[in-house]
């Protein structure tokens, strides 16, 4: 299988952006690659050059102070960056809230600045898919990948843009926002569960699929509510909560990945 877009992110800051791009692109039509930041060793590293050239499109994903560490040239955002430029790729700059380009860069992806980009809010994350495909993509989609979501799968791909908008949100400590989300994730893991218990004798794989991703989010939210109601947010206990909320919120943005993939 050859690709059509490569995503280059960092695991701090950008993966959940990017997980949440390659799965809209995959559901356009477009051939994606997008892989784990923590297998890059070795010949792994080649193989992301050899994905690079099949590839028309390179999106770089930019979260706030994203190309700080580009300074060090064995960084492998800088080194994507680099190849894409000196094979003349259609390089899409995807600019997070708070990213500023640096005032100066290394000469070999200085060049990055000059790329057309386009910021992306979750606010309004259909429109930006909308003109990040129609605007700035050069890759043709292939009508035929594509497949009509079940309720399931229509689902799932809701309850991903409410994570990844969660987490934005909190990270910008913007509570009225934070309110109406959970509200939100609340909702639709109902839906979730009343999908989980009706398949559990029908399709029982998909039942499990859907009762895990709730049980996943009970494990996340017992924590984070701990932490949230400590009154001491910087005591060793609090922070003890906040890192098995993190922990925990990662496990079900994974789990809800596998299954929309």
């Given at each position: 299988?050859?690709?059509?877009?490569?995503?280059?992110?960092?695991?701090?800051?950008?993966?959940?952006?990017?997980?949440?791009?390659?799965?809209?692109?995959?559901?356009?039509?477009?051939?994606?690659?997008?892989?784990?930041?923590?297998?890059?060793?070795?010949?792994?590293?080649?193989?992301?050059?050899?994905?690079?050239?099949?590839?028309?499109?390179?999106?770089?994903?930019?979260?706030?102070?994203?190309?700080?560490?580009?300074?060090?040239?064995?960084?492998?955002?800088?080194?994507?960056?680099?190849?894409?430029?000196?094979?003349?790729?259609?390089?899409?700059?995807?600019?997070?809230?708070?990213?500023?380009?640096?005032?100066?860069?290394?000469?070999?992806?200085?060049?990055?600045?000059?790329?057309?980009?386009?910021?992306?809010?979750?606010?309004?994350?259909?429109?930006?898919?909308?003109?990040?495909?129609g605007q700035y993509i050069q890759a043709v989609p292939d009508l035929g990948n594509t497949k009509q979501p079940d309720e399931f799968d229509r689902l799932l791909q809701t309850i991903y843009e409410v994570l990844t908008e969660y987490r934005d949100a909190i990270n910008n400590n913007r509570g009225e926002k934070i309110n109406e989300i959970t509200g939100r994730m609340q909702s639709s893991l109902n839906d979730l569960y009343v999908i989980g218990e009706r398949n559990r004798y029908l399709d029982s794989e998909k039942s499990e699929k859907a009762l895990s991703i709730v049980d996943q989010f009970n494990r996340f939210v017992g924590p984070f509510n701990a932490f949230s109601n400590s009154e001491d947010r910087m005591s060793d206990i609090a922070q003890g909560y906040a890192r098995r909320a993190e922990l925990e919120y990662r496990k079900l943005i994974d789990l809800v990945v596998r299954n929309l993939s």
């Open positions: 299988m050859s690709y059509q877009i490569f995503i280059s992110y960092r695991r701090d800051g950008a993966e959940f952006l990017g997980q949440l791009l390659f799965y809209q692109l995959k559901e356009r039509g477009y051939r994606v690659f997008f892989d784990v930041e923590s297998l890059r060793s070795g010949k792994f590293n080649q193989r992301l050059f050899q994905v690079i050239d099949e590839c028309t499109d390179v999106l770089v994903i930019l979260p706030k102070d994203g190309l700080d560490r580009c300074m060090n040239s064995e960084d492998w955002v800088r080194k994507e960056i680099a190849y894409a430029i000196r094979k003349k790729k259609n390089i899409i700059p995807v600019m997070m809230r708070g990213f500023e380009f640096p005032d100066s860069l290394p000469d070999d992806i200085k060049e990055i600045v000059h790329y057309n980009g386009i910021s992306a809010s979750m606010d309004f994350f259909e429109a930006v898919m909308d003109r990040l495909t």
